[in-house]
Each structure stands twice: as structure tokens, then as C-alpha cells.
């Protein structure tokens, strides 16, 4: 009996996805996979491994390691695209994340169904700010094609942006500014998100209601700053 393929990838590094009939099995390069979806490339040069900062276990500073063989991001979603990191910057989420803050609640995230074995999030890659170039893009992405400059705040249960490639959904990437440089871009997402967070789903304001409404003490960066940042 036939699998459907569903394509979910294009160009250089299209992915596979096998849809497995119920009570059968699909078998790939050998493997058999039990799963209802499997990913696959159909290129035998597509890249395997990249260099990254990683942690193995959550400590102190002594957990951090560099190694050139972590595991390359893949598409598995057609909403998702790759991201080569051009520039990537560093928060307080991460020092915290690096000591184990939020492990548990991440791993829900990550593993809804308890599935995978205690640490399986290991190795674990930091940085949610990112400031890079689509190199893949996933078959239901329109908004971008390979070579658009883009940045973004990654959710804290993804693989980060201390690596030279991060996978994201579509949605969680935007255009980059083209006046600000990818050094520049990368300070700001993860920040932005959360002055973004405090002023309308903290403060309560939207553009219906903060017509002629200031913020007292004002702060370093009115918020109109920010927004010319952004826009």
C-alpha cells in the first residue's frame, strides 16, 4: 500500500513528510518509524551539524560549551522557516534558563505528552534574540522567501539563536529595519516584546484608548521611540 507524501519544504532542502496509514509503518533509509509523521531530505548534501554554544545540564557558567557538531534545525512544520544567524544577543531569561528557571514548565511546552525521557531538552542551545537571513522557507510561508533579513524574539521552549542556524514559525519572524544593521536589530526583539507586554497587556493601552495619556516618571525611551524602531 502507497504512503501520501506531503511536501512541507522547497528549494535546495526540500522535506518529506511520509503520512503513515494507521497500523502500518514506514520504512526509510532502513528505519522503521512508528510515528504519523516522519521528516526526510531528498538532498544527500543537506547540512547535519553546525557549530553552537550549548549546555548539557543547567549550572553555573562552567556548563556552557562550544561544539561544532549540534544537531541542524529542520523544517518539520510547513509554517516554519530557517534562519542563518547573522547576529544574536543575550538576556536575563538566559542566565536564568542556563541556572534551570522554568526547566519544568518549558518541558511541558516542549513535550505535552511526557513522552521523552528526563532531559531530553539537553543539548540545550540559549539566546532568544536573533537577527539573521531566511535561507528555507516552509511550502505555506508567503510572507518570506530565502534572503530576506529578519529578526526575532524566540520562545523560550525552542532551540535559541547561539548557533548558526534556529528554526522558527513563520509567524514568530518579522522583516528586519533595513536602518538598523543585524548587530543592532539583534538588541531589541526580546526587549521590545516585553516593554510591548508591560504597556497593552499590563497597562491596559491600545490605540483606542491612549489618546493623550503619558507615563509617569517618563521612561528612558518613550514608547514612540520604540515603535519607530520597530516600524
Request: hydrophobic share 40%; proline share 7%; net charge positive.
Amino acid at each position: 500500500m502507497l504512503c501520501p507524501i506531503r511536501v512541507v519544504a522547497c528549494r535546495k532542502w526540500a522535506s518529506f513528510s511520509y503520512v503513515k496509514p494507521i497500523g502500518m509503518t514506514a520504512e526509510v533509509g532502513g528505519n522503521l518509524y512508528g510515528s504519523s509523521f516522519n521528516t526526510f531530505s531528498t538532498s544527500a548534501k543537506r547540512q547535519t551539524i553546525m557549530p553552537a554554544w550549548v549546555i548539557d545540564k543547567y549550572g553555573t557558567n562552567e556548563v556552557l560549551r562550544f561544539t561544532k557538531n549540534a544537531m541542524f534545525p529542520i523544517i518539520n512544520y510547513p509554517n516554519e522557516v530557517i534562519v542563518k544567524v547573522q547576529a544574536a544577543s543575550l538576556n536575563p531569561i538566559d542566565i536564568t534558563m542556563r541556572l534551570g528557571y522554568g526547566a519544568a514548565t518549558m518541558n511541558m511546552r516542549r513535550d505535552p505528552l511526557n513522552i521523552k525521557a528526563t532531559g531530553s531538552e539537553f543539548p540545550l542551545i540559549l539566546g532568544r534574540d536573533v537577527s539573521g537571513v531566511v535561507m528555507e522557507c516552509g511550502l505555506n510561508v508567503s510572507y518570506f522567501k530565502p534572503g530576506d533579513e529578519v529578526w526575532a524574539a524566540i520562545p523560550p521552549w525552542k532551540q535559541g539563536s547561539l548557533a548558526e542556524f534556529v528554526v522558527l514559525s513563520g509567524n514568530e519572524v518579522s522583516h528586519k529595519p533595513k536602518a538598523l544593521s543585524h548587530t543592532q536589530a539583534a538588541a531589541i526583539p526580546y526587549v521590545a516584546a516585553t516593554v510591548w507586554s508591560a504597556v497593552v497587556n499590563t497597562g491596559g493601552l491600545n490605540k483606542d484608548n491612549c489618546t493623550g495619556k503619558r507615563q509617569v516618571p517618563p521612561p528612558v525611551l518613550h514608547i514612540n521611540d520604540i515603535v519607530f524602531l520597530l516600524y
